[in-house]
């Protein structure tokens, strides 16, 4: 039996009795989530930096995982936050936000409101080869038993604009630091476990009702602006959205990712100072920063 990789790689920074719980994607790590998580925090926020489960290890190790796991992971996440805090806000990045708006579906008396950053429910961006826009047909692949070891390796820009940024993380990767940048490739069953969680949300998202705060690069390398207009659409809360035009996919790490903080903070504290009923936000409202 393989012996687990797994480092611990999830943060918790107390603040006050308002709490975010910040999701990761998919073969991500918490780390990409640690300075909008700082940000949150100096603004008065409790944040948890939560670990998908099979994350922050080997390829072994996230291949153990499907998207089952990976939403108990939140839940069990959001349930260890809510000891710690009265009102619940959610925020994730690529596939992290398909899994707040999961949590969001299951329990609407719960959470407060999201940030969605840099959704993805398709791998369509500028960078994506032909081949893997077809991922959405792995789920019937794989559960042939096929192309098990099979990856589609990330490559330049690897989601970041800034070139600082982008040689410490692609770094970091590269040099199998799983943990702290996340694994180098996507492995095909992986993927089609992705696949089958975006298909059960999609359906489901005009069962939101926690405001989102939707944003997203409009040069996102991973998923187009297909992906935001999505949950514009469907959802039947309030949502405000913010196209960001310096940043690729990575938004929450990028060279905007203090505005990204910023307006989260700012977001989730309208919500704070709204009445019961939910007077006083706008139906949507769309901006560019």
């Known amino acids: 039996m393989t012996q687990s990789m797994i480092k611990q790689a999830d943060f918790l920074l107390r603040g006050g009795r308002a709490g975010v719980l910040l999701i990761h994607g998919l073969t991500g790590t918490p780390a990409e989530m640690r300075f909008v998580g700082k940000g949150l925090h100096r603004a008065g926020y409790t944040v948890y930096g939560m670990q998908l489960a099979g994350h922050c290890g080997s390829e072994d190790d996230l291949l153990k995982t499907g998207w089952r796991d990976w939403r108990r992971s939140v839940a069990d996440a959001a349930d260890k936050l809510q000891r710690e805090v009265d009102h619940l806000f959610v925020a994730g990045l690529s596939m992290g936000s398909v899994l707040a708006l999961q949590l969001a579906i299951e329990r609407p008396q719960a959470v407060r409101g999201l940030a969605l950053y840099g ?14 826009r077809l991922s959405f047909l792995l789920p019937l692949v794989c559960g042939m038993g096929l192309f098990k070891r099979r990856r589609f390796m990330e490559s330049f820009p690897y989601g970041i604009k800034d070139e600082r940024v982008r040689s410490r993380i692609a770094g970091a990767m590269l040099a199998g630091s799983s943990e702290v940048a996340g694994l180098p490739g996507n492995p095909w069953p992986s993927l089609a476990e992705f696949h089958k969680l975006a298909w059960r949300v999609r359906p489901r998202l005009r069962r939101v009702r926690a405001p989102c705060l939707i944003m997203h690069s409009a040069d996102d390398d991973i998923a187009s602006l297909r992906n935001a207009q999505l949950i514009e659409r469907r959802v039947q809360a309030p949502t405000e959205t913010v196209w960001l035009n310096n940043s690729y996919h990575m938004i929450t790490v990028d060279g905007e990712r203090d505005r990204v903080s910023l307006r989260s903070a700012e977001f989730f504290a309208r919500i704070l100072s709204m009445r019961g009923d939910g007077c006083g936000f706008p139906a949507s409202a769309a901006a560019s920063a």
């Not at 369509?124 to 893997?132: F, R, V």
């Open 119 to 132: 959704s993805t429910f398709f791998y369509d961006g500028w960078t994506i080869p032909k081949l893997a």
